[in-house]
C-alpha cells in the first residue's frame, strides 16, 4: 500500500514537473518575443503633410513646406520661368533677396555639364571670390551634374555670405537645372528644408 502511495506521489511531482517546464518555456518564449526582439523604427514623414507641386508642362512634382509660397515664375519680375518656392513673398525676394529653392527649364544647346560651367563662370564674374565644387551624381534615378557654391554672389546684395547647391539633369527631352541657396547664417533653418524637398522631386511617368 505503501508503495503505490509513494509511487503516486512521484507521478504527481514528474507531471506537475513537466507542467512547470512547459509554463517556464512558453513564458521564456513570450518576454523574448515582446520584451528581447528590437522592434523597428517608425521613422516619421516630415513631408506628409507638404504641399505638392506639379508641372505637367515640365513633367515633374515636388513636395514643399505648406506655409511657404510657391510662385510660377512666367510672369514673374525675378526669372522669365520656372518656379520658386520660398518662406517670403515674391516682393521681399525682390528687393531683399532671401532663401529659395527654384526649379527651371534649360534651354541651351550645351551639355548639363558646360551649361553647369557656364553657370559657374557667370557667379565668378559677380563674386570672383566665390568657391565651386563639380560633381557626378543621380536625382531620382537620372544622371546629373551637382555644383555646390559656398560664397553664393545672389547673397552679396545684402551683405551676407550665401552658399547653395545646383542640379542639372535631362530625362527625355526635358532639361531641367534645379537651385537652392540660403545666407550662412540660416544653413540650419533651410538646409534640412531644401534637402527634404529635393527628396520628394520625381519626374512624372
Not at 542640379?167 to 538646409?191: A, C, G, M
Request: charged share 25%.
Amino acid at each position: 500500500m505503501n508503495q503505490k502511495i509513494n509511487k503516486s506521489g512521484r507521478n504527481s511531482k514528474t507531471i506537475w514537473m513537466i507542467v512547470f517546464v512547459i509554463i517556464l518555456f512558453f513564458g521564456v518564449i513570450f518576454a523574448w518575443r515582446y520584451w528581447g526582439v528590437p522592434r523597428e523604427k517608425v521613422i516619421e514623414d516630415e513631408t506628409a503633410n507638404w504641399k505638392i507641386y506639379r508641372s505637367k508642362l515640365y513633367n515633374f512634382e515636388i513636395k514643399y513646406p505648406s506655409n511657404w509660397n510657391a510662385f510660377d515664375l512666367t510672369n514673374s519680375k525675378i526669372f522669365s520661368v520656372g518656379v520658386t518656392f520660398s518662406p517670403f513673398s515674391e516682393t521681399y525676394l525682390e528687393e531683399k533677396g532671401g532663401a529659395l529653392f527654384g526649379i527651371y527649364p534649360t534651354y541651351s544647346w550645351k551639355t548639363d555639364r558646360e551649361y553647369a560651367q557656364s553657370m559657374i563662370e557667370g557667379f565668378k564674374l559677380l563674386n570672383p571670390d566665390m568657391e565651386s565644387a563639380m560633381s557626378d551624381t543621380s536625382l531620382c534615378g537620372v544622371p546629373a551634374i551637382k555644383v555646390e557654391i559656398k560664397k553664393h554672389p545672389i547673397h552679396m546684395v545684402n551683405k551676407q555670405e550665401g552658399e547653395g547647391v545646383l542640379y542639372f539633369l535631362t530625362k527625355d527631352d526635358k532639361r531641367l537645372h534645379i537651385n537652392y541657396h540660403y545666407p550662412v547664417t540660416e544653413r540650419e533653418r533651410y538646409k534640412l528644408i531644401f534637402e527634404q524637398m529635393l527628396s520628394t522631386f520625381r519626374f512624372l511617368e
